[in-house]
C-alpha cells in the first residue's frame, strides 16, 4: 500500500532529499546526506552556468564522507549573501 503511493508520488517531484541520522546526532542541521539527494531536471532549473557551477560544487562534496559534505556546504552558505554570490564563489573556488 505505502509503498505503491510512495513510488507512485517520487516521480513527480523535482528533487530528493535524504536525512541521515548519523549526521543530526552530530548536531549539525539540516541533516542532510548531499550525496544521496538528488535534484531532476536541473537543465530546466538552472542557467547553463549554473549547471557546471552546481556539478563542480557536487564533485567536491561527494569527494567527502559522514558529516563533511552538508558541513562544507553550511559554511560555504554562511559566508555569502545571496544565491548569485554563492556560485560565483564556488566558480572561483572549485577546479573547473
Avoid at 1 to 29: C, H, N, P, Q, Y
Avoid at 73 to 86: H, P, Q, W
Avoid at 89 to 95: K, R
Wanted: charged share 30%; proline share 4%; net charge negative.
Amino acid at each position: 500500500g505505502d509503498t505503491v503511493i510512495f513510488e507512485e508520488f517520487k516521480s513527480t517531484g523535482t528533487a530528493e532529499l535524504k536525512l541521515d541520522r548519523r549526521i543530526a546526532e552530530k548536531r549539525v542541521f539540516p541533516a542532510i546526506d548531499v550525496e544521496a539527494s538528488s535534484t531532476r531536471k536541473d537543465e530546466i532549473l538552472l542557467s547553463p552556468d549554473e549547471l557546471v557551477v552546481t556539478r563542480r560544487l557536487r564533485k567536491v562534496l561527494q569527494s567527502r564522507e559522514g558529516s563533511q559534505p552538508i558541513e562544507l556546504l553550511l559554511d560555504l552558505l554562511g559566508r555569502t549573501r545571496s544565491n548569485a554570490e554563492f556560485l560565483m564563489q564556488i566558480a572561483q573556488s572549485t577546479p573547473a
